[in-house]
């Protein structure tokens, strides 16, 4: 399914950069498929494309298909790891312009995943008078964000269908057992899916998190983890032929060749959200202890009329790993007699055709200007393919946070801003730090 390409990595990292990594990533693998390394508690997600749980696969299903039938637009509440999976499969697969689209899916509105006063009000005259049910998600239900964003969407449901056709409209994803999101959907009588134990936020895309909202969208997610289980069964296998451990090698030999900078780059608009989801993924599980490459992003073509002049010629800081799906269609460039821009030599050629030799000229250029450069190459974008790859990255990940020594599975540095704003907000409990920040202000 997934070709990986390092033979642009050639000149910028030891010939021996595998091998040496080669015990360690046996390592790392068996640490995975244990659960026994550091982290260990949250690798439920190794398994996961197996082991997730079918009846609750179909609960999933069954509920979609009940907002498709009662809603027009469905409003999904979460943050981080609670909310960019689904958004960058349901871009990606459905595209950013889903919601413009002509469907028989509900439009997929993302909220509480910011305090933007703007954002909201926009939301809420997008909604209009439709229908419209919402999907909480938070493991906790005291993250701030989705907690005000839900509050005011509840009220909304409340307003305009009663409290028990509310109910039926809303649809609860967090912790099995605790929780305020847990007591509230409890005491109300929401449905109720389930945020794993064992899995983090950043790695939770496959579980109700992320399929419910995908599937309203209309994609087949059997199919998506169908394309994760492939993965998951190609990426066991231990040594030199795996990908994952080829690619977990490169990017850490690359990191201590002095390259801190991961830039994803991918030639599809549709991409834009995954590489947000990518970020997170790879930031919150490397970026401790002082460590960790730094995740960027960047959508060519456009972006190198932008960014373009930086990555050739800026600081020499960074490797690039560059998506490239199969295209799905096939357009022709047409010719224009007068030929004013001088470009009837490509008249008739397959735009897929200059957009390959774009890509293909991009890496030489970006290679020769210091830039190391990772292909991975996949068929066309589909529910399989998707799944594939994000079980690709998420393992990737977990190699490479034991590569560098660190947790990748906990995220300690995420609470600074919060106990902050919490203080300054005059959050009870937080009194004594509230009067020291405001002092620094
Ligand atoms: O990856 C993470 O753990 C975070 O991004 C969380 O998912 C995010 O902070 C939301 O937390 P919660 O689901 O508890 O609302």
Redesign the pocket.
């Known amino acids: 399914m997934l070709k990986l390409d390092l033979s642009k990595l050639k000149g910028f990292i030891p010939e021996d950069h595998f091998a040496v990594r080669q015990d360690k990533l046996a390592k790392a693998a068996q640490m995975l498929a244990n659960h026994s390394g550091p982290g260990g508690d949250f690798t439920g997600w190794v398994a996961l494309p197996r082991d997730y749980d079918k009846e609750e696969f179909a609960r999933i299903q069954a509920a979609a298909q009940k907002i498709q039938r009662q809603s027009q637009v469905l409003v999904v509440i979460?943050?981080?790891?609670?909310y960019l999976g689904a958004r960058a499969v349901v871009e990606l697969l459905c595209s950013p312009n889903y919601n413009l689209k002509k469907k028989d899916t509900p439009d997929v509105f993302f909220a509480g995943n910011g305090l933007s006063t703007d954002a909201l009000l926009e939301l809420i005259q997008l909604i209009g008078g439709r229908d419209f049910s919402v999907n909480v998600?938070?493991?906790?239900?005291t993250?701030t964000e989705?907690a005000v964003a839900f509050r005011i969407f509840k009220a909304m449901l409340e307003e305009k269908y009663g409290k028990d056709g509310a109910k039926e409209r809303i649809y609860a994803t967090t912790d099995k057992a605790r929780g305020a999101l847990k007591g509230l959907a409890d005491a109300e009588g929401y449905e109720e899916f389930v945020?794993p134990d064992d899995v983090?936020?950043?790695y939770s895309v496959l579980t109700a998190v992320g399929l419910l909202p995908i599937a309203v969208a209309g994609v087949d997610i059997a199919q998506l983890m169908a394309g994760a289980g492939q993965a998951m069964e190609e990426l066991a296998a231990d040594g030199p032929d795996n990908l994952a451990w080829q690619y977990a090698a490169a990017r850490h030999a690359l990191y201590q060749a002095g390259k801190k900078v991961e830039l994803l780059a991918c030639h599809e608009p549709n991409f834009r959200f995954f590489s947000e989801w990518w970020k997170?993924l790879y930031g919150?599980s490397e970026g401790k202890e002082g460590k960790g490459l730094f995740p960027a992003s960047v959508e060519f073509t456009a972006d190198l009329h932008s960014m373009g002049q930086y990555i050739q010629q800026g600081e020499r800081l960074m490797f690039e790993t560059v998506v490239k799906f199969a295209p799905k269609g096939e357009f022709a460039i047409p010719d224009d007699p007068a030929n004013v821009d001088g470009l009837n030599f490509l008249s008739g050629k397959p735009l897929a055709f200059v957009a390959e030799q774009a890509m293909r000229g991009t890496i030489l250029a970006h290679v020769d200007g210091g830039v190391p450069n990772v292909l991975i190459e996949l068929p066309a974008i589909s529910p399989l393919s998707v799944g594939y790859l994000i079980y690709f990255f998420e393992y990737v990940c977990g190699l490479s946070g034991y590569l560098l020594e660190v947790n990748p599975f906990d995220?300690p540095g995420?609470e600074a801003y919060k106990k902050n704003m919490f203080a300054l907000l005059g959050k009870p409990g937080y009194e004594d730090m509230k009067a020291e920040l405001e002092a620094k202000l």
Do not use: A, N, W
Request: proline share 5%; net charge positive.
């Open positions: 979460g943050i981080g790891g609670s998600i938070s493991k906790s239900g993250t989705p945020v983090g936020g950043r997170q919150e995220q995420v």
